[in-house]
């Protein structure tokens, strides 16, 4: 009696694994399906959509760094370069040495007009990967010279 019952207590345990583990793996493939999503609208221009199914993934996985860094260069194509320096700090806690989470953070900073801080993550960029095509004004502000272009202000009559 006593081993049916350990018999039966051990289906149920191993029943209840696989249904936790189905869940978990129907989750993990429902995630893949949405950051492939956001991706797409990310590539195609549609950023409030493109956020929106990263936000989903973040929901269930808060530290996915693709949903992280998705989201950001969404942010930072909506102008929304303060809210996507969050979600790369995010990432770049946990993977200091992720390459679009540097990389994003530098043309955030440089958006902000904080180039001095910017200039930081470019130069990690240019030790990480030194053949990746940087534009004049980046290459300006690693090397210090770049200013603010002048504007000429015309008072209103």
């Given at each position: 009696m006593?081993?049916?019952?350990l018999?039966?207590?051990?289906?149920?345990?191993?029943?209840?694994?696989?249904?936790?583990?189905?869940?978990?793996?129907?989750a993990?493939?429902?995630?893949?399906?949405?950051l492939?999503?956001g991706?797409y609208?990310?590539?195609?221009?549609e950023?409030?959509?493109a956020?929106?199914?990263?936000?989903?993934?973040?929901?269930?996985?808060?530290?996915?760094?693709?949903?992280?860094?998705?989201?950001?260069?969404a942010?930072?194509?909506?102008?929304?370069?303060?809210?996507?320096i969050?979600?790369?700090?995010?990432?770049?806690?946990?993977?200091p040495?992720n390459?679009?989470a540097?990389?994003g953070?530098?043309?955030?900073?440089?958006a902000?007009g904080?180039?001095h801080d910017?200039?930081?993550?470019?130069?990690?960029?240019?030790k990480?990967?030194?053949?990746?095509?940087?534009?004049?004004?980046n290459?300006?502000?690693?090397?210090?010279r770049?200013?603010?272009p002048?504007?000429?202000i015309?008072?209103?009559?």
């Amino acid at each position: 009696m006593k081993s049916t019952l350990l018999v039966l207590s051990a289906i149920c345990a191993l029943l209840l694994l696989f249904s936790f583990s189905a869940r978990y793996v129907a989750a993990l493939e429902d995630a893949g399906t949405l950051l492939n999503a956001g991706y797409y609208y990310l590539d195609h221009g549609e950023y409030s959509k493109a956020i929106y199914c990263f936000n989903i993934v973040l929901q269930s996985y808060p530290e996915n760094p693709d949903a992280l860094i998705g989201k950001a260069y969404a942010l930072i194509e909506l102008q929304m370069y303060d809210k996507a320096i969050t979600s790369l700090d995010k990432v770049l806690t946990i993977y200091p040495y992720n390459f679009d989470a540097v990389y994003g953070k530098a043309v955030a900073l440089s958006a902000l007009g904080k180039y001095h801080d910017a200039k930081f993550y470019y130069d990690q960029i240019q030790k990480m990967a030194p053949k990746f095509p940087l534009s004049e004004k980046n290459l300006k502000i690693i090397h210090g010279r770049y200013t603010v272009p002048y504007q000429t202000i015309i008072p209103h009559r």
